[in-house]
């Protein structure tokens, strides 16, 4: 598996991380290195196993659904770059 | 009485009940130390007055007579934990000035036993790093230097502002996280003891998160009973992590008898790595026979899959941070990119996350988008936890043959110097955790703690793996260990 300029940017895309055009083959070749050392995982023979989805097996714990939080409004906004009239502002998200 | 800052906890908390001492003298001694250690750039966030009201109040507290173990102690905090009212950043740029409105369950249980917070310290950001090279506020610098060498050493990471604050007597005691190996690694490198204790032991809640099914809080000490006495007070359960175990938690203090006769300690042969240094392999072998003179059985085991636990874990660790660091847009808090005309939202997401996120940061959270994007996800992701099950079952085999504890190196090396690195490739980085990171998979409680130095003069640190749930029994085996070792090396002040 190898990841070409076009995969890196795409990669980047989805993060949503900003990556000048002049820095993909770099980050490709990182990108490279990195799942070089992951493809050893192939080696492993998982036939039958599970993907371990907790490692403490244990039942997650139940409450009432009722509210238990809330009325934060200032708190929440506190730390907000740009908040206006009680929301979080953000740049025009549809035309 | 020596310096008030040099103090373990034990020996801070008997002064303090013996009324031989105050809260306020251990602090402003310790404030003391912190002002003179700039060149250590251990603490980037001094919170000298709120650690003197906090001081005044334990000092009140221990006067009535109510005093719990860590009443009075002044602590430095990792940067990860949120703090109420107090910068906390996760050493990243793109929580530059936020200021949570409520304070991390841990840091709240110290707080209620009556610690005493110093300030935030350094670390790699996001905890993601092994040298505490990658922190926006730059390196720290290891108080150890190599005998008639100046050259700068790395602390480790990423709990790094913990370990050489803890190892320069900048406060008596430090939290710590570690996600493969971050309290364990710098520990080691700076001659203290640290501990990751079972999953689900400690709450996360407040904790920046990393990778979640692997992240762990623990304390970072100069003793083993300090590490005992600090650990029971951060854990416990808590509701508002539904991953932290309803369990009582123990009085770790009082398993530590010193006795390990008849416990089985086994030695994983997976674990000798060809062109292990020859001063760890005999620190190895020095540490089994230590363990076998105090009536331990020394066994050697095999957890066959332990070549597999760096890669699964750097497909695992990333996947969960490209998911927890989704949060970072620039809508809620800390950093948002100055925007051009005409920029819309996902300009504003790019250029923020761009301008936020350090170079190891965003390299993780692209790999963890990669290994979880349509086509590769079961390739890698799935993959990767399926060989996850397989590590831990390699433990639970062994754990099942009678096997209560486990000793190994803590690391691959001693401490290497600042910037040694920097032309490696990532992998090469991420190979200090070598020793560290099946515990993390795994689930199980680890502790590091210095048992020598080598030829250089720097200390190597031995770690042991426990049973799960059973960090009494772990850490009376670190304290025999401790006994044996007789690590009482100090670095020699040049900051």
């Keep these: 598996m190898s990841i070409d300029l076009e995969t890196a940017a795409r990669v ?27 493809e050893q995982l192939n080696e492993v023979d998982v036939t039958g196993v599970e993907p371990m989805t907790s490692v403490t097996p244990m039942r997650l714990k139940r409450r009432a659904d009722v509210v238990t939080d809330g009325d934060r409004q200032a708190e929440i906004l506190s730390n907000a770059p740009d908040a206006r009239e009680g929301f979080f502002a953000v740049p025009k998200v549809v035309e | 009485m020596t310096d008030l800052n040099t103090l373990t906890i034990a020996e801070a908390r008997d002064a303090l009940r013996k009324g031989e001492v105050t809260s306020l003298d251990l602090t402003e001694a310790c404030l003391a130390a912190t002002e003179g250690a700039g060149a250590l750039n251990a603490f980037v966030h001094p ?15 221990i006067a009535k007579g109510d005093a719990p173990a860590m009443c009075g102690i002044p602590l430095g905090i990792k940067d990860l934990f949120c703090t109420k009212g107090v910068p906390s950043q996760a050493a990243s740029r793109i929580l530059q000035g936020f200021k949570p409105e409520y304070e991390s369950t841990v840091t709240q249980n110290l707080f209620d036993a009556g610690a005493v917070m110093l300030g935030k310290l350094n670390m790699d950001e996001f905890a993601m790093g092994s040298s505490n090279e990658t922190s926006c506020y730059g390196n720290v610098v290891n108080p150890w230097r190599r005998a008639g060498d100046a050259t700068p050493l790395t602390p480790g990471g990423s709990s790094g502002g913990s370990a050489a604050a803890v190892a320069a007597d900048l406060c008596l005691a430090a939290t710590g996280t570690d996600t493969g190996g971050s309290i364990r690694q710098p520990a080691a490198f700076a001659g203290i003891t640290g501990i990751k204790p079972t999953y689900g032991r400690c709450s996360r809640w407040g904790i920046v998160a990393f990778a979640s ?77 230590m363990l076998r003179d105090a009536g331990a059985e020394i066994r050697d085991i095999s957890l ?12 695992i660790a990333p996947a ?29 997401y790019e250029k923020t996350r761009a301008e936020g996120f350090g170079p190891e940061v965003q390299r993780r959270v692209m790999v963890g988008t990669y290994v979880l994007s349509a086509g590769f996800y079961d390739a890698y992701y799935n993959r990767a936890r399926k060989v996850r099950t397989l590590i831990k079952r390699d433990f639970e085999e062994v754990f099942a043959t009678g096997v209560d504890a486990i000793l190994t190196p803590a690391t691959p090396s001693a401490a290497f110097g600042l910037g040694e690195m920097t032309n490696a490739d990532p992998v090469q980085m991420y190979l200090n955790d070598v020793f560290t990171v099946t515990v993390n998979l795994a689930g199980l409680p680890g502790i590091a703690l210095p048992a020598g130095l080598d030829a250089k003069g720097l200390p190597l ?14 850490l009376n085996t670190a304290y025999a260990l401790e006994r ?9 002040k040049w900051w």
């Excluded at chain 2, 066959?304 to 497909?315: D, E, Q, R």
């Design chain 2, 461 to 474: 640190g031995l770690q042991l793996i426990g049973r799960p749930w059973q960090e009494g029994d772990l």
């Design chain 2, 213 to 289: 099914s692997l992240d762990q809080a623990g304390p970072m000490t100069k003793s083993v009973r300090d590490a005992a006495i600090m650990l029971e007070a951060m854990c416990g359960h808590d509701p508002k992590d539904s991953t932290s175990a309803d369990y009582p938690v123990p009085n770790f203090e009082a398993a530590l008898s010193g006795d390990i006769r008849g416990k089985v300690i086994g030695i994983p042969k997976e674990y000798r790595m060809d062109g292990m240094p020859a001063e760890i392999g005999k620190l190895w072998s020095d540490g089994a026979q």
């Design chain 1, 12 to 38: 980047a895309k989805l993060a949503r991380i900003r990556v000048d055009e002049d820095a993909l083959p770099a980050l490709a070749q990182e990108f490279n290195t990195i799942l070089g050392f992951i």
């Design chain 2, 484 to 492: 044996a070792a007789g690590f009482v090396a100090k670095p020699a």
């Design chain 2, 304 to 315: 066959p899959h332990t070549k597999y636990a760096l890669p699964a874990y750097y497909v």
């Design chain 2, 47 to 61: 919170t000298p007055d709120l650690a003197r009201d906090q001081a005044r109040a334990a000092d009140a507290r």
């Design chain 2, 320 to 348: 969960e941070a490209s998911s927890n660091l989704a949060r970072y847009d620039g809508v809620r808090y800390g950093h948002r990119a100055k925007l051009a005309q005409g920029d819309g939202i996902t300009e504003m």
